[in-house]
């Protein structure tokens, strides 16, 4: 139906080009080592990421990797080892998004800096790992590309290396990450014993099969070191210990990326290992009990020990990241629900969270970035009375926080309300109580911010404030979408239940 | 004669323990990372009996790779280690607090 | 005349474009704004004489225009899903009440002209602003389809009267009378608005017309003797009217709900004449009129409406003889009058109780106006002790008062006498045979005493007599912009009552019960809308005196002996050079009656005995034990906040200790509900 028909490889497009404009920024560096002309190095990287996010919206809107009657049915590569169906390709453009808001940003923040094209060149390393994350369909790709995410990110992290901060947060995210990979490993590996397989597929027939039935064991422990994985990546408690400090040490922007990009490529490893691989019923019949009991627990932890432990941070990057870890605890309800009758609408709810998030977290993360940029501290005291000076990025942030708090009508209330109303139609009542009450808290320390801003006097008089250009085109853009993705919410609607849909 | 599979995930099982117990109570970075290290090397054990045992060389390869992202991590931990160095003047990894709670 | 209800949306929609233009450009306009009134006014009222003459063409109109929220929940009755919609309802009814409506608001925007514009008042914008959109909503109510745009209209001409009374605010009184006038309506229609969610609940409909209305699923409920909500169909259709009735009551200005309509009189006159007489109060006895099928079916409610009628036009009539301003004694004029339609209503008589709303309209609002023309007169002096002798010096304004006058007391042949004869004659047919009937008929003849005796101390103490002031004895000229609407409602209420001569019908056998045809859909009706489709639905039976010309005869007589009488002794006590006061006559009585029957106070009592400590009880439990769980939930989320947030040490070792035991603990856990040990 097409008047030219792509080669199949193409269709891991956006992680390719994501990939090449990596080795491009190479390239460059390669041919002027020193080189810090930042208009170069942030053009190549810009100019890649919004390739990669036009190839990847152009994809999902031409039907790559969708089931229906116009669609060009799911494509695997490499005998399966990668996959690129709707899900992919929704989670390809969260990841192309944030990077190319983060690296646009970054033209400001980074300026006078040392390492200009390592930064530029790590960053679309690391997303490439999360956009072949999304695409991986097996262990050894998921593993593999989880490294590819992860070492540029501990690097990334720690880029100032004259900032104690910076390496603190480095060596923590470093240190923890190292254990979670290794247990993750180790889980893979227990999961192999049991079932022979690495790719998602064969592992599901073979439990499907009943052949892993004398494996329990091994395999609910492999399932249980898979979830831990999945938890560090994804800033999930007990594996959420790196996220507070890396994201408070780490440069603003890196943060807003870890904390928007690689959380949902954590959560997009971890729908479609436990759709794909681990069966529900099959493996509860196997394992003797149903899994999602483990993301019930998780998910109300995680979002309980977020929220709480950011309603009384004084440091606001710090409240930042807490607040991050709250809401992958929103967003594992997603698996959390899978059990009941409406699982899709579930994780199709978590994936609009995503996407909303991916936007207002970042926008809010970068809204720190341009306070560091500006030099006016770091704690809520710090930021009194910024709305005198920049009006126009203060009210993006009260649009960033009011969204993630969900007040209406705001992405972020929807995408809530979606996943709210959809908690309550599977049946897990105490998931959905937890929800209120934890957004009723963050309605507390967001709004704290804004009253920061807007309406508390500054404690000193500043001078007037710079006005960045890529740090505001980031943080502006990001507003504006965090506001019109609600009349374009039947569309994500729609793509995200579907892609839902077509995994479970 | 074949070694049962059970005695290949022991040791495996018992270097993943011994790795952890490293992990928790080793303040020296340098050896955390060993001990990281002997976490993936248990996992590569397990890897390779079950291959064997399966029959299928997935485990194998995969083991390879594993090894050489275990590389690629410990070079980045090196990087970090030097400049902890640098910045706090120990590579003890309990000494930088300065961001806490 | 097929095409024409294309344009019904205009009659409501020109008021409203005045409104706009009034609201933005006002200040910039010649007359500050009147003329986008009177001609949007003016257009009104030809697509509203258009459409009555489409209706007599034997056409009506019924058309849902927009749908704006549906939704699926299944009524009481089995009816499933529910759709609010704006629609229109052009039938006999609705089509006369947009003459009467339109008529009276041009009407009353050319007399501004000469009332206010004259005067020199400032503000002018925001009070033709008000008056624009008073008249969009209150057009908008009539033609209104269903109950809840109905009710969504009907607080809409509230919130006007609010900000009509409320327009010279700079006074003390006028925003205390704005705001009671505002409070007790409101109060009312909170129970209109519970009635309609009960009525959308049970049936499923609010729709006044058609197969799918309200009144038609009433019926069948009623018929199939269904249960409705633990009661039989009959008591929740009783219990519903009178949910609704609550609006009414407030609206319309019936006991106990009557006491805001005198303060109302702080208004501009000509705001009172358009609002407060000829329309807004009219909402009420309108929405009787337009649900009279859903009333019909219950003989319960239509018995309470007759009797607070009833008793309401004695109760208002007594008020309105001891007062001195002109104003109020025309402000218990009309909440007395109302009473009577009421009264009509409520006996079933559907013809009688719209016929008076139509000739009380005109008479009223040229009473109101003609007061308004005496106020100017008097260089804004509204005691009437303090005027006197102006029948020479304003000769227009007298004869045009006295013809209103005339129809207000019931005088034959004038306006007033034929509506409300008729009431009277309807309620005493039934009441022969039902005792309450009987006794609300008897409050309503003894009102036409004192409706008579009121009226005409009024018109003797303004116009007879000597002058007993300096400006009664200089008067200020009125210009024609005043003497027109005048002279328009006088003629209409000297003649207005051919409408429907039904008395003569009776008597002489002619068929000139003009109005009565019109309404009972000989010319274009919807089907269930008319009168004999009511007089089947009710439950009264009649009985007469002899035979129905006796009947009809005593009736006549007897209520114009009463007027006459009332009329005869104000002539004696009032007409004569000098009055004097003879309220002390009638000693402590006169003193309750000049206290308004202690209403207010009762009313004040309630607020400030007793529902003010309530509020403060709540007040207390709100500040102490809500605001104590609210403070103690805070207290302790950061007291846990501070708590969680020590598990980040700092220390990378912990956190790494604090990983193993998490996986630990979920690993037993798991492991012991999965039996994997």
């Given at each position: 139906m097409e008047p030219i028909q792509l080669p199949e490889?193409?269709?891991?497009g956006p992680a390719l080009l994501l990939a090449a404009t990596a080795i491009a920024l190479f390239v460059v560096d390669s041919i002027s080592p020193r080189s810090t002309n930042r208009n170069v190095l942030a053009g190549i990287a810009t100019t890649g990421s919004l390739a990669a996010l036009g190839v990847a919206v152009w994809f999902s809107m031409a039907g790559v990797g969708a089931t229906g009657v116009d669609g060009f049915g799911v494509i695997e590569l490499f005998d399966g080892q990668f996959v690129v169906d709707q899900l992919a390709l929704y989670f390809m453009i969260i990841v192309a998004v944030v990077t190319a808001l983060v690296v646009v940003a970054s033209y400001d923040y980074m300026a006078g800096h040392t390492y200009q094209a390592e930064y530029y060149s790590l960053v679309l390393l690391a997303a490439t790992g999360m956009a072949t994350m999304a695409a991986a369909n097996s262990l050894v790709t998921i593993f593999i590309a989880l490294e590819l995410a992860s070492l540029p990110s501990y690097a990334l992290v720690s880029i100032l290396k004259d900032n104690r901060g910076s390496v603190e947060a480095g060596l923590k995210y470093f240190l923890v990450g190292a254990l979670s990979s290794a247990i993750f490993l180790y889980g893979i590996s227990l999961v192999y014993g049991a079932t022979g397989y690495l790719q998602l597929g064969n592992i599901a027939s073979v439990i499907e099969a009943g052949d892993a039935a004398a494996y329990d064991g091994l395999l609910g422990l492999g399932i249980l070191f898979l979830i831990g994985g999945i938890a560090f990546k994804t800033a999930?408690?007990?594996?959420?210990?790196?996220a507070p400090e890396a994201y408070e040490g780490a440069p603003a922007p890196i943060s807003a990326f870890l904390s928007s990009a690689s959380k949902a490529a954590g959560f997009v490893i971890a729908f479609r290992v436990f759709t794909e691989a681990f069966p529900l019923e099959a493996t509860a019949g196997v394992i003797?009990?149903?899994?999602?009991v483990a993301f019930v627990a998780l998910a109300i932890v995680t979002m309980t020990v977020g929220n709480f432990a950011a309603a009384t941070q004084d440091n606001v990057k710090r409240m930042l990241a807490y607040s991050s870890i709250g809401h992958a605890g929103y967003a594992l309800i997603g698996l959390a629900g899978l059990s009941a009758d409406g699982g899709e609408l579930v994780m199709g709810a978590a994936m609009m969270h995503l996407l909303v998030y991916g936007f207002m977290n970042t926008g809010a993360f970068l809204f720190v970035a341009l306070a560091e940029h500006w030099g006016v501290g770091r704690t809520f005291e710090d930021y009194n009375g910024l709305g005198r000076r920049a009006p126009v990025a203060c009210f993006a942030l009260a649009i960033f926080m009011f969204s993630l708090a969900g007040i209406p009508p705001l992405g972020g209330f929807w995408s809530k309300y979606f996943l709210f109303s959809s908690a309550l139609e599977a049946g897990l009542l105490v998931v959905a109580a937890a929800l209120v009450i934890n957004s009723a808290l963050s309605l507390y320390y967001y709004s704290r911010l804004v009253k920061a801003v807007w309406i508390e006097d500054p404690v000193l008089e500043r001078d007037a404030l710079t006005q960045p250009t890529g740090l505001y085109a980031a943080i502006v853009v990001a507003a504006v979408m965090t506001v019109v993705l609600l009349p374009g919410f039947g569309p994500v609607v729609d793509t995200a239940l579907e892609a839902a849909a077509a995994i479970v | 004669m074949t070694v049962a599979i059970e005695y290949y995930v022991l040791l495996s099982m018992g270097l993943f323990c011994i790795g952890l117990f490293g992990v928790l109570t080793r303040r020296n970075a340098l050896m955390f990372l060993m001990s990281v290290e002997l976490l993936l090397n248990a996992a590569n054990i397990n890897l390779i009996a079950f291959a064997f045992y399966h029959g299928n060389l997935t485990g194998q390869v995969f083991a390879l790779f594993a090894m050489a992202l275990a590389a690629a991590e410990v070079a980045v931990g090196l990087g970090i280690i030097l400049v902890l160095y640098r910045n706090f003047r120990d590579v003890d990894v309990t000494v930088p607090t300065t961001m806490r709670w | 005349m097929e095409g024409v209800f294309d344009y019904a949306p205009a009659i409501a929609l020109f008021p409203l474009v005045a409104f706009v233009v009034v609201l933005a450009f006002g200040t910039y306009l010649p007359k500050k704004g009147a003329l986008p009134g009177i001609i949007a006014t003016g257009g009104s009222l030809l697509l509203s004489l258009v459409m009555a003459a489409a209706v007599a063409s034997g056409e009506a109109y019924h058309e849902t225009l927009y749908e704006w929220a549906a939704g699926d929940a299944t009524s009481a009755t089995g009816v499933e899903g529910v759709s609010f919609t704006f629609g229109l309802l052009i039938d006999p009814l609705a089509a006369l009440m947009l003459v009467i409506v339109s008529l009276v608001a041009f009407l009353v925007h050319v007399f501004s002209l000469g009332y206010m514009n004259a005067e020199g008042e400032t503000g002018l914008p925001r009070y033709y602003a008000g008056l624009g959109l008073f008249t969009f909503s209150m057009l908008a109510f009539v033609v209104a389809d269903n109950l809840l745009m109905a009710f969504i209209f009907f607080e809409l001409v509230g919130l006007c009267s609010f900000l009509l009374i409320g327009f010279w605010f700079r006074t003390k009184s006028a925003p205390s009378a704005a705001k009671k006038a505002f409070l007790v309506t409101r109060f009312g229609d909170y129970f209109f608005l519970i009635g309609v969610v009960a009525i959308a609940a049970t049936f499923g409909t609010v729709a006044f017309a058609g197969d799918d209305s309200f009144v038609t699923a009433a019926e069948t409920a009623i018929d199939g003797g269904d249960q409705l909500f633990g009661f039989d169909a009959q008591t929740w259709v009783t219990i519903t009217g009178l949910l609704v009735l609550g609006g009414v009551i407030g609206k319309s200005a019936q006991f106990p709900l009557h006491t805001w309509l005198p303060d109302a009189m702080e208004g501009p006159t000509t705001v009172s004449a358009l609002i407060h007489a000829a329309t807004m109060v009219a909402a009420g006895v309108y929405l009787v009129a337009r649900m009279f099928g859903y009333y019909a079916l219950s003989p319960t409610t239509l018995a309470i409406i007759a009797f607070v009628g009833g008793f309401t036009a004695l109760f208002a009539a007594t008020m309105g003889?001891?007062?001195?301003?002109i104003k109020q004694v025309l402000a218990y004029s009309t909440i007395s009058q109302y009473g009577y339609m009421m009264l009509g209503l409520g006996v079933g008589g559907y013809v009688a109780g719209v016929f008076h709303l139509m000739n009380h309209a005109f008479f009223k609002a040229l009473l109101f106006l003609g007061a308004g023309a005496v106020i100017v007169i008097m260089h804004h002096e509204q005691d009437m002790w303090k005027m006197g002798g102006l029948k020479d010096k304003a000769p227009v304004t007298y004869y045009t008062f006295l013809a209103g006058a005339l129809a207000l007391a019931g005088i034959i042949p004038f306006s007033g006498f034929w509506s409300k004869d008729e009431i009277l004659y309807d309620a005493l047919i039934v009441g022969l045979e039902e005792p309450v009937i009987m006794a609300a008929y008897a409050m309503g003849l003894l009102a036409v005493f004192f409706t008579g005796f009121y009226t005409f101390r009024m018109v003797f103490l303004t116009f007879h007599g000597e002058p007993r002031s300096e400006v009664a004895e200089d008067p200020h000229p009125v210009g024609w912009s005043i003497k027109a609407p005048l002279l328009v409602l006088g003629v209409l209420a000297v003649?207005?009552?051919?409408?429907?001569l039904a008395p003569v019908a009776k008597l002489a056998g002619v068929d000139i019960t003009f109005l009565e045809h019109w309404l009972d859909g000989e010319y274009g009706a919807i089907e269930g809308l008319t009168y004999t489709a009511y007089g089947e639905l009710l439950a009264y039976e009649t009985s007469y005196i002899g035979s129905e010309q006796v009947t009809v005869l005593v009736a006549a007589g007897l209520s114009l002996l009463l007027a006459f009488s009332g009329a005869g002794l104000a002539w004696l006590l009032y007409n004569k050079p000098e009055p004097v006061a003879?309220?002390?006559?009638?000693g402590s009585a006169g003193k309750v009656i000049e206290d308004n029957y202690y209403q207010d106070e009762y009313q004040v009592w309630l607020a400030e005995g007793l529902t003010l400590p309530l509020a403060r009880a709540a007040d207390r439990f709100d500040q102490t034990v809500i605001d104590g769980i609210v403070d103690g939930t805070s207290t302790a989320s950061l007291f846990g906040s501070d708590r969680i947030r020590r598990l980040q040490t700092g220390i990378v070792t912990n956190y790494a200790a604090l990983i193993v035991t998490g996986v630990i603990v979920l690993l037993l856990v798991l492991g012991f509900l999965g039996g994997w040990f």
């Open positions: 490889w193409t269709a891991l999930s408690v007990p594996f959420h210990f790196w003797g009990i149903d899994w999602t | - | 003889v001891v007062k001195d301003d003649v207005a009552g051919i409408a429907n003879h309220t002390e006559r009638l």
